[in-house]
């Protein structure tokens, strides 16, 4: 780790970093894909974790949507604030694809397609943050392996 940075890193594995460059690609590649239906089978999603139209009674859905949804933000502020560069930029923008998705069900299909389309752009950032941390990760383990052979 480069001695400027105090703070641990979330991301600290090339693996972990493939994987998820690998995760933000899928999450843009399906946004994108949700954009047209005609091509593939999709189903309809609400975006909701607990949707209206299931079994159990509405006030229990609104609940467990608000519960949840509450959890997956403070989880990823507080992961965010123990994050460094690029990982906060990859939390952020995947708190804000978590917390975005229940709206396009509220809003007019066109808005609808202009937040798909931003989950999209997010995406690509994300994957682009991964990369960066891919890439300096293998620096980082070029140097120390050039340190241990001076050694």
């Not at 923008?93 to 397609?113: D, E, F, H």
Request: net charge neutral; with cysteine; aromatic share 14%.
């Amino acid at each position: 780790m480069p001695a400027n940075n105090s703070k641990p890193q979330l991301i600290s594995t090339r693996r972990g970093a493939a994987f998820a460059a690998c995760y933000a690609a899928y999450l843009s590649i399906a946004s994108l894909r949700s954009l047209y239906p005609h091509v593939h089978h999709a189903h309809s999603s609400s975006g909701w974790a607990f949707p209206f139209d299931s079994f159990y009674p509405h006030w229990l859905s609104v609940l467990l949507n608000i519960s949840t949804y509450f959890l997956f933000t403070w989880t990823l502020v507080h992961l965010a604030i123990e994050a460094r560069h690029e990982e906060r930029v990859y939390l952020v923008i995947l708190m804000a694809r978590i917390l975005i998705s229940p709206v396009k069900s509220l809003v007019s299909m066109t808005n609808a397609a202009w937040i798909t389309w931003a989950q999209f752009f997010g995406g690509v950032v994300m994957t682009v943050a991964a990369l960066i941390l891919y890439r300096d990760l293998t620096t980082e383990g070029d140097t120390a392996s050039e340190g241990n052979a001076q050694d």
